[in-house]
């Protein structure tokens, strides 16, 4: 049986893990909103909006992979990826979203 006390030192020792190790984040390739740069980086609203709240918390360490829409949550499922910074805006791509989370997030991604 889990505590609820326990939540807080594991969620802590995620964000310790983060901070030392880095994070991976997967983009789905969808300019203006997100896309990985030539050197390897990542550009656009959704990146730039990952960036500056992971700098918040201490974690300067980003890597970036550019990958399918259709990707990214399989990618955080498997462990390929730790964080998704897909487009903001719903779009016919994001159908395959809602399909493999069986439609919890509504109309969008």
């Not at 990958?67 to 499922?77: N, Y």
């Amino acid at each position: 049986m889990l505590s609820l006390s326990a939540a807080p030192s594991f969620a802590q020792g995620l964000l310790e893990k983060a901070r030392s190790q880095g994070i991976t984040i997967g983009v789905g390739n969808d300019i203006p909103y997100g896309w990985i740069t030539p050197d390897g980086q990542g550009k656009g609203i959704s990146p730039d909006i990952a960036v500056k709240v992971l700098h918040e918390m201490g974690i300067t360490n980003i890597r970036w992979k550019g990958m399918p829409f259709g990707q990214l949550i399989p990618a955080v499922k498997s462990g390929r990826i730790d964080l998704a910074a897909p487009s903001p805006v719903p779009g016919p791509h994001h159908s395959s979203c809602r399909s493999t989370l069986g439609g919890t997030l509504g109309s969008g991604c």
